[in-house]
């Protein structure tokens, strides 16, 4: 079951990488970026799961909050706000 959501997110990755090189506008690339995160706050908690360490559950709470603000401190420059 581990390698099912192994080969998921490593086709997420793929797909999100695609869109952030191939996205026509700065708003697409940063929806990327965001995905990308997302992504890989998922694959730290599926290590935690793997590996009986708990302290990647950890990291990826503090991941997923600065990624959230550093995307919307992104989105705001790109809205023209800073």
Do not use: H, K
Not at 32 to 55: K, M
Request: proline residues 1%.
């Amino acid at each position: 079951m581990i390698y099912i959501y192994v080969i998921l997110i490593v086709l997420a990755i793929i797909f999100a990488a695609l869109r952030g090189l191939l996205g026509p506008t700065a708003s697409d690339r940063v929806v990327a970026l965001d995905n990308l995160t997302t992504i890989s706050t998922a694959g730290l908690v599926l290590l935690g799961f793997v590996f009986q360490r708990f302290i990647y559950i950890d990291v990826s709470l503090i991941y997923g909050v600065l990624s959230f603000v550093g995307v919307l401190t992104i989105a705001r420059y790109l809205e023209g706000g800073l």
